[in-house]
């Protein structure tokens, strides 16, 4: 029996620095509390353990008790306040946990869990301090101070040093093979789906943890029932003494050849208040815009007839917008022009029971530049090749708001409401002119063509979700309804001349002269319902259903230009006023089993569809009605807290979209023509897919697997028929025999003597794709094999040097021509070095190498070498200010390339780009933060 002196002592001293901290349990004023402890890893009952129950404004022990035989605690007659429960057991960690009383009723926690100190050792380095890397469930946490970063670096450099995790030049997060979409702080939304916005705006030393993991549906969350919908997220995990004040940077640079850098970024933060704005002004490439936005605003009118994931519902697909292609943001071809701004606020309130997120953004962007794409298409008999320039001039001017709004009634309900809206203006003008050569290299046809184009859209969308946990436990009910409303008009001007010729000799031309007006509406309705059930402690069963209601309409008039000048004659073949009206009934069972080490979940969701498609012009009809299945299961085991194995299943049906049955006629590249199959049948689509993490905390080892295989039953492909004219004709056709292999592996390790961290890593893709040629059958295997590897070493205020390399070699080959095939190697070496000088001197350098073998098609020389330097001083407290000079792409090398092959043709596309620069530059740091004022008492 332990003293009271040394219990209140040990729960004082415990409460401070606990192993096992974890968030506030509520829960109701109990006449007494019933517990049970037992071993985390195999569950093993713990008997006559320590319980004590400590008042948390000053930790003097008000009951002690201690564990029957099986493990059972009850602690009687406790008043209302706040309290912290301390557990002892012989060779385990103490566990601490703060309780609040509220209430009446009498209260059952969860079972607690306690790790074995050996067991707990294990995740602590020599020094003491947490492992550099945990896994903890489905979730892969990066200690953030455990990976060595600069004075003034970015999330962004921070990110470079994790193991499994990639970042690419435009900011685009690749972790374990997958495309990270969503970055959140704190575990909320900052500034939307804007990644690099906070990648490249927040500093490394504010960030305790970096936390990868698939994040669920709301839906999931809430239930604890995977439903299949995931999304690669990362959060970081501000340091507390973060949380609590302001901070920023200012960025003022100017350079040669015109080029301008003005960046500012401010966060007000208090305890879980966020307040943030930035403003950019640039024609650097710093857009604001990360790689994904086109999606969210504008850009993206659902998807034609085809089944939501992460909805359950079905939509349609509009037509293509010929007259304008441009998806309003830069990509890396061309110049950019940016102006843009935005703000973000988020708060909570009442203990969490009130919380708010909010983002404005606007942006004006401007792209100009130029490309020329060079390609060659595989027949049968012989080959053909195609030269293409082309010249644009883009801009845009987009704003956008979004905003969720949540209120937890009590621990069991909740209402959360989501809304979020944009406009964009655009203007697009286009210059194109291209040629085709036979093998003999005589001219087949010319074309040039100019499109000019007005476009505007607007969305509006909003989501309500209201969530219920019943009597029972696990017991839950939901209700979501969703509405999506988007608008879009462009106009302009179309004129194309093409010449055809002869074995070199002209034969005929074909001339379009035509003014283009289209209007798109789409407006989207659906609920969904959710039940679930415990069928066990250990087992549960979800259940869902929901009806949608998707109306569109399509608008697409094209006028040939008259004798008098005006473009008033309405071209008949190439306009239509289409109505369409999609209604969906949808349901499914999912169940879940959770047992120790193992998780298992499998279900299905079914969907009932009848499609009404109206043509305004030729006064017709078409109705289609299908059933579409969509079964998911995965298995995951754990047998250690650092290693996870995960198994899993889907399959989906995809319906033909409108454009594939029936396209709507369109003459902006009279060289491309496509055709309609209405006697399409649906497809279905099999992924498997394998994934293991594995880490090592004191050799600091990891492993990371992924692997997926996907095959597909009636695939949708082409059948191609190129002419004597050059022309290319394409209608969508049923094969089989489409599969493709993903694997992606990654090792890495710190190699102790020299200190140096080491990672290595393996990458394959596989590709087989049926298709029709000239109608004979074409089979093309296509793949990608890449090795990497990289190394880091560094010592604070000396050096950081790193450099990763990779080897990549890809392969085509058609069986319509089997003496054509497309073999290739490329290899990237990416140095990076920062040398800490005296008087706060800093040397920077690093390069982007790019090497590209030669082939029969691909016979020009784009080996590229990108590099770029910067000597910088520093000043004020803690290296605040940087005034430095730069130089980017000394050796004026940066020509955009990339290469593709694909069925029967393979391209190799160059473009404009931002070329060599030098600048002077200021970057100020600057903050103040400290630990969050305490709690208030409300």
Known sequence: MQRPLTLFLLGFVLSHYSFGQSPVI?????????????????????????????????????????????????????????????????????Y??????????????PPIALVLKSKLLEEVVVNGSKGAIRIKGDTIEFKADSFHTQAGASVEDLLKKLPGIQVDRNGKITA??????????????????????????LRADMVDKVQLFDKKSDQAEFTGIDDGKETKTLNLKLKDTKKNGYFGNVIAEGGTEGYYNAQAMVNFFKKKQKLAAYGILSNTGKTGLNWQERDNYGQSIAGAANYDENTGNYSINMPRNDLDSWDGRYNGQGLPSVKTGGLHYNDKWNDDRLSVNGNYKIIQLGV??????????????????????????????????????????????????????????KTTSTLVSSEALGVDSNLVNQNTRTSTAVSDSRTVN???????????????????????????????????????????????????????????????????????????????????????????????????????????????????NYQFNVFT??????????????????????????????????????????????????????????????????????????????????????????????????????????????????????IWVDLSYSFTQNSFSDRSTVDSSGRRITQTINVNGNHSLNASISYG??????????????????????????????????????????????????????????????????????????????????????????????????????????TPVFTTNNNVALLNAWIGRKFLKNDALLLKASGNDLLNQNAGFNRTANSNFVTQNTYSTIRRYFMLSLVWNFSRTGTPAPKSGN
């Open 96 to 109: 601490v946990d703060p309780l609040e009383i509220k209430d009446t009723a009498a209260t059952l926690l």
């Open 462 to 576: 909003s989501n309500l979700l209201w969530r219920k946990k019943l009597a029972k436990k696990g017991r839950t009910l939901s209700v979501n309804f969703r509405e999506n409303y988007t608008h879009s008009s462009s106009s302009g001007y179309l004129n194309s001349a093409t010449n055809f010729y002869n074995e070199g000799v002209f034969s005929r031309d074909s001339l379009i002269d035509q003014y283009k007006d289209y209007h798109t509406e789409n407006t989207l309705l659906d609920s969904k319902i959710t039940y679930t059930e415990p069928l066990s402690h250990i087992s549960f069963l979800s259940a869902n259903y929901g009806l949608s209601v998707n109306n569109s309409q399509s608008d697409r008039s094209s006028f040939n230009k008259t004798n008098d000048g005006k473009y008033s004659k309405l071209d008949s073949l190439y306009s239509n």
């Open 26 to 94: 509520s829960v109701p004023l109990a006449s007494y509390i019933k517990g049970k402890i037992k071993d985390t890893l195999d569950g093993k009952i713990l008997s006559n353990g320590a319980i004590m129950l400590l008042r948390s404004s000053d930790s003097i022990l008000v009951q002690y008790t201690r564990t029957d035989k099986e493990g059972n605690f009850t602690l009687k007659n406790i008043l209302p306040g706040r309290y912290l429960l301390l557990v002892t057991y012989p060779s385990y960690a103490d």
């Open 585 to 702: 009934q949808q349901g499914g069972l999912t169940y879940l089993l959770v047992k120790k080490k193992f998780r298992f979940n499998a279900g299905t969701n079914i969907g009932f569809t009848s499609f009404h498609q109206r043509d305004l012009h030729a006064d017709t009809t078409a109705q289609r009605k299908f059933v579409n299945w969509y079964p998911q299961a995965s298995l995951s085991y754990s047998p250690a807290n650092q290693t996870r194995l995960q198994l899993g299943y889907s399959g989906y049906t995809a319906q033909p979209g409108l454009e594939q049955l029936q396209p709507i006629r369109t003459n902006d590249d009279p060289l491309n023509i496509t055709v309609g199959n209405p006697g399409l049948k649906p497809s279905f689509d099999n992924r498997l897919s394998l994934s293991l993490n594995d880490y090592k905390i004191l050799s600091e080892r990891s």
């Open 176 to 201: 374990q093979g997958q495309t990270v979409q969503k970055v959140l702080v704190d575990g909320e939304e900052f500034f939307g789906d804007d990644p690099t916005l906070v990648t490249q705006n």
């Open 749 to 854: 390790f710190k190699w102790k003597g020299p200190d140096l961290n080491i990672g290595v890593s393996a990458d394959v893709n596989n590709n087989t794709n049926v298709s029709m040629v000239n109608d004979l059958l074409n089979t093309t295997n296509s793949g990608s094999y890449q090795f990497s590897w990289r190394l880091s070493k560094s010592k604070e205020k000396k050096y950081d040097l790193s450099l990763r390399t990779s080897t990549t070699y890809s392969q085509s080959r058609s069986s319509i021509n089997t003496g054509v095939s497309t073999d290739y190697w490329t290899f990237a070496i990416n140095p990076s070095a920062d040398l800490f000088l005296p008087l706060h001197f800093q040397v920077h350098a690093d390069g982007d190498i790019n090497l590209r073998q030669k």
């Open 368 to 425: 100009d530049g130029n490309n020329s794409t060079n390609s060659q298409f595989i027949l049968p008999d012989t080959l053909y090749y195609n030269n293409e320039r082309q010249t644009f001039h883009n801009q845009i001017l987009r704003s956008s708001l979004d905003g969720s709004f949540e209120f937890k009634f009590d621990s069991a309900s909740s209402i959360k409401i989501m809304a979020d809206g944009g406009t964009d203006h």
